[in-house]
């Protein structure tokens, strides 16, 4: 059984870093990608950016990208979403999400973030991220 879960949320001030940790646990391979989804209230989910854990290869929103990055640590069967210049729209419960179900292709990745998510079949139960002065 597949299971996630986050840390490493809190409050920050505009302009401020913070680190998200996803610990992965349940895959017997690292054929696998984690996409990161942040939930700002009253709105709706919104992919932000993905990785594919065996090769590293990452993919970013918009929304987002020059300012996340993701990276994994392979030994410790972490993700992590680090998030620098943020800024109150950022604020956010922020989700990992896991999916063994490839094929981790820049277009797959493109679709798995536009798409809510429904791509993937394992969820971490969110930690908040709140971006106030």
């Known amino acids: 059984q597949v299971q996630l879960v986050e840390s490493g949320g809190g409050q920050a001030q505009p302009g401020a870093s913070l680190r998200l940790s996803c610990a992965v646990s349940?895959?017997?391979?690292?054929?696998?990608?984690i996409g990161w989804f942040r939930r700002a209230p009253h709105s709706e989910r919104e992919g932000i950016g993905c990785?594919?854990?065996?090769?590293?290869?990452?993919y970013y929103m918009a929304s987002v990208k020059g300012r996340f990055t993701i990276s994994r640590d392979i030994a410790k069967k972490t993700v992590y979403l680090e998030m620098n210049n943020l800024k109150p729209e950022d604020t956010a419960v922020y989700y990992c999400?896991?999916?063994?179900?490839?094929?981790?292709?820049?277009?797959?990745?493109?679709?798995?973030?536009?798409?809510?998510?429904?791509?993937?079949?394992?969820w971490g139960q969110g930690t908040q991220v709140t971006v106030s002065s």
């Open positions: 349940g895959f017997t391979s690292n054929n696998y990608a």
């Open positions: 990785i594919s854990v065996s090769d590293g290869r990452t």
């Open positions: 999400a896991a999916t063994d179900a490839g094929p981790f292709s820049e277009t797959w990745f493109e679709v798995s973030l536009t798409t809510k998510g429904y791509e993937y079949d394992s």
